[in-house]
């Protein structure tokens, strides 16, 4: 019997106040030795140009677990540093998630007070439904999705250090 799956548009937004310049936000953002730093420690290669491309690599302990080189692809679509990137995301580190729609991921880095810097993220998950709830850290045993990844992006830039330390 066949399982429903509600594929209707779904956006999902998370906004995170960060004691760091825009700079420094933009370059754990879309700088290799930043990401490997935090989140799920991934090296990424940023054209960062209308058109160019974008890709996040499996760590040794994913390739260990026979994860693929290219975790997740897309395509940046706008690049304003230190403020702005919007990019498309494609999964491929699962077949059934690589299946479904190309997304589209938002970084905005605006100024706020007192040395902070608000962060937003948006995801537009249309037609996506199993990567909705993956990077909403709605699947257990998969490391909690964007609240993870922006949490441990800010614990870093604050502290120096990750959650995992």
Not at 87 to 109: G, M, N, S, Y
Not at 134 to 151: D, E, K, Q
Request: aromatic content about 8%.
């Amino acid at each position: 019997m066949a399982t429903a799956i509600d594929t209707s548009v779904v956006t999902q937004t998370y906004c995170v106040y960060i004691r760091a310049p825009q700079a420094a936000i933009w370059d754990a953002i879309t700088k290799t030795e930043w990401t490997q730093r935090y989140g799920y420690a991934s090296r990424v290669d940023y054209e960062l140009r209308a058109g160019g491309a974008y890709r996040a690599y499996a760590t040794e302990a994913m390739l260990a677990m026979g994860a693929p080189e290219v975790m997740v692809e897309g395509e940046v679509l706008e690049a304003e540093p230190p403020r702005k990137l919007v990019q498309t995301w494609h999964a491929l580190f699962d077949p059934q998630i690589a299946a479904e729609a190309v997304t589209r991921v938002t970084f905005e880095i605006d100024e706020a007070q007192g040395g902070v810097t608000r962060l937003t993220l948006t995801h537009e998950l249309d037609g996506a439904p199993m990567t909705a709830a993956l990077v909403g850290g709605a699947v257990p045993n998969t490391g909690g999705g964007w609240p993870f990844v922006l949490s441990d992006l800010k614990t870093l830039l604050e502290t120096g250090t990750s959650l995992a330390g």
